[in-house]
């Protein structure tokens, strides 16, 4: 039975009541400042770390525990002759049970309020020294970080007497995970706070939101993890109304369909279907965005992602019912919409603030033995200062129809092509391995109302084959990034059709 622990804790989740049943066994209480404070008010007797040290806390509580008198009685192995020697000659007692977690750095980083003073000083120092003494000794401490291991450790002190070495194992692995975890997120905030972009060392922390019943297949393992701050306007912070447990490729096709959506100020709707649009539309509310989108490609949006960013009501809501979908986003549904739209059991409803504050995030995507990182393409219209080459230039209304497509293209894995027309898009060409091949696709895809709309292309055009497949089509405006050694070939053939061009100086490839 363990006869001494140290308890310090900055979330007080459950602690009295653990605290309580380790002195029923038996066990002495260390413990600190608050902590020390919360037990003494629940009566449990508590020995405070300055009885133990020999030394007040000092310098606003930043020294108390680093110290031989707590560290050695960490440390110290059992079995080990010259260690007990040592304790025994500094008349240092054994610690074999920490309670422990740590200052709450990540709430004061998410208060608006907060300054960077404030986060160093919410920085932990004894805490993780503590817990990696603790863990590094597992086999004669037992070390616990998280309220939800009290019940475990507690039970096996009940019944055995001491904390079994697999759980020990367990829980020291965890206590590392907990201080790496911390650290990560310290050093993410001081690195963008020096504004270092390529650091020499990439540290990511992320929080289990979801454990899934696969991946993009049966047979692959996977799960769903959060940022510990993440804007509300992503589908790790959406709020599920109803359905179904979302899948990992449900989430993956969330994540593309917020994405678009979030470009578009005026009421729109986006059907997503592997990742990809397959048909978005703009309109006076959201009814008349979704039924511009469903019209986009009436096929591919069955079994797909719908992505609204005004509330759904009832009359959009009825139109939505009567497809297959997987899942509806929004930032908000009427009590109507929900009556008509729980009415299917499966149907995933998600709720998303769009309206928070996205400013995009470093995106991190893992390759064989290593991971590629990049800024998100936030780039709008407004930020790009666009030419225009041809003789005729787009009318006030082609300009608008080719700014909306050029929203939708960025969002199309590449090779990608998006013909709009009438506030909706009419055909997409997805992730093709040539240009010409895409734009092939989205005119096949539009048929006759290929006449009179307008092109927009992620990358430039090599050749001018594209624009001769536009203009058989009737396209009437393109937009497209432009930077080709051979752009006046795709200038004189616009020019011969009276196509009006746009150039943005701007690629949007995703691969």
Known sequence: MPKRALVSVSDKTGIVPFVKELTELGVEIISTGGTKKKLEEAAIPVIGIEEVTGFPEMMDGRVKTLHPAIHGGLLAVRNNEEHMSALHSEKIDLIDLVIVNLYPFQQTIENPESTFLDAVENIDIGGPSMIRSAAKNHRDVTVLVDAADYDAAAQELKAEGEVSERLNRKLAAKAFRHTAAYDALIAEYMTEHVGEDAPEKLTKTYNLKQSLRYGEN???????????????????????LHGKELSYNNINDADAAIAVIRDFREPAAAAIKHMNPCGV??????????????????????????????????????????IFLEIIIAPSFTEEALKILTEKKNLRLLEVDLDAHYAGEHRVTTVSGGALIQETDTLSYEDVEVTIPTDRKPSDRELEQIQMAWKVVKHVKSNAIVLAKEDRTIGIGAGQMNRVGAAKIAVEQAGSEAEGSVMASDAFFPMADTVEVAAEAGVRAIIQPGGSKRDQESIDKANEFGIAMVFTGVRHFKH
């Open 218 to 240: 049966p047979h692959q393992m996977a799960a769903f993890y959060e940022k510990p701050i993440a804007s509300s306007a992503t589908v790790a912070k959406a709020r599920q």
């Open 281 to 322: 539309g703009t309109g006076s509310d959201t009814a008349q965005a979704f039924e511009k989108a469903y019209a986009g490609d009436p096929v591919s949006i069955f079994g797909g992602i719908v992505a609204c960013n005004r509330e759904v009501d009832a009359e959009s809501a009825a139109m939505m019912k009567e």
